[in-house]
């Protein structure tokens, strides 16, 4: 009987393909849109009614709870370092906008910035290493708003408005997965726009000098570019659509070979809105409220996959692996180097 359960087993495990995208219990029913995932195995994930998740063993449990004082808050963006260190951002208008930090795995919570402004509305932030960071907020008086922070996300300054390229009436950044803006090496760092303009921004000193260049990505009140990843200095993937008209085709993807200076747009069917993309070695996976594509090449025309599956974001742990979070407290890992085996 050993014998024959071994075979089966056995049999199993060379003939049916690898798990592609797998289903995690959260243990939270939030919508989440801010996801940082670790090569060590740690996750973090928030979202709203000021809640943030935690994973120590590579997504296969979780721990859920929110931040005291912040249960009215929206925390679009997550910045992870390890199990202990990772800061929050919340999403709003006025002081709705802010930015937390802990330092003991989530035991306790300080607040590190508040947006005093009414006009300000601030979507997402980056970092290039454990003390330096950028964060990324709608334009007031049609200047978009820049914060740096130079130890760590312990306190925030405004980066200088002069260099910045002025905002179209009616352009802003869409806080709907923590990736509208993007950082590379130890200076790069991009961003990008949608509504009555999409476009994207670039500076190679860490924010104190911006050139903007116009992209072929949909836009409208609803539309525009929604998420940026570049996989090294050079190569870089946007995409963005309507979200709400998220089974809506058209241009939403698109590439650049030369650091952001010109975007070329990949023409790929079906389609749909897409609210994050992110690099997994040279793959490129895109996902949004209705539907996921994953690309094993980026100049790739057909989708390697394509999923009928809701998420908000997407973060890759190691050269195979990608994390992706949801509405109703959805985490999904993919694996993206799964093929069929053969039998023997």
């Known amino acids: 009987m050993f014998t024959k359960i071994a075979l089966v087993l056995l049999w199993l495990a060379t ?3 690898a798990q592609e995208i797998l289903t995690l219990k959260s243990g939270t029913t939030e919508n989440l849109r801010g996801l940082h995932s670790l090569h060590t195995g740690v996750v973090w ?12 063993d590579n997504g296969q449990t979780w721990s859920a709870s929110s931040v005291p004082g912040a249960e009215a808050l929206d925390f679009r963006d997550v910045e992870a370092f390890d199990a202990d260190t990772a800061l929050l951002l919340s999403a709003g208008p006025g002081e709705q906008s802010r930015i937390y930090k802990t330092k003991d795995g989530g035991k306790s919570w300080a607040l590190q910035f508040t947006n005093h402004d009414p006009k300000g509305f601030f979507d997402c932030m980056a970092f290039w290493d454990r003390e330096h960071g950028i964060a990324l907020g709608d334009p007031i008086d049609k200047k978009f708003q820049l914060l740096a922070t130079n130890d760590g996300g312990n306190s925030w300054n405004s980066i200088s408005h002069i260099s910045i390229p002025a905002a179209i009436e009616g352009e802003g950044a869409f806080a709907a997965s923590g990736t509208c803006i993007a950082v590379q090496g130890k200076r790069n760092a991009w961003f990008v726009t949608g509504g009555k303009a999409a476009r994207v921004f670039r500076s190679a000193d860490r924010g104190h000098t911006w050139k903007a260049v116009e992209v072929a990505i949909m836009h409208g009140d609803s539309a525009g570019v929604f998420s940026i990843a570049f996989r090294d200095r050079l190569h870089g993937a946007i995409a963005g659509g309507d979200y709400k008209k998220p089974d809506q085709g058209g241009a939403n993807i698109a590439l650049t070979d030369d650091g952001g200076a010109a975007w070329k747009l990949v023409s790929l069917s079906p389609t749909s809105y897409f609210s994050a993309a992110t690099w997994s070695g040279t793959k490129l996976l895109v996902a949004g409220s209705s539907h996921a594509g994953f690309l094993n090449h980026a100049d790739d025309r ?12 997407l ?3 190691s050269a195979n692996q990608v994390f992706g979070v949801g509405p109703n407290g959805t985490i999904v890992r ?8 053969k039998t023997k």
């Open 45 to 56: 994930a928030s979202g709203t009614h000021g809640t943030y998740l935690r994973s120590l």
């Open 315 to 317: 973060s890759p742990s």
């Open 334 to 341: 993919f694996d993206l180097s799964s093929k069929p085996r």
């Open 302 to 313: 057909i989708w390697a996959k394509y999923w009928d599956v809701q998420l908000n974001s």
């Open 15 to 17: 003939s049916c393909p």
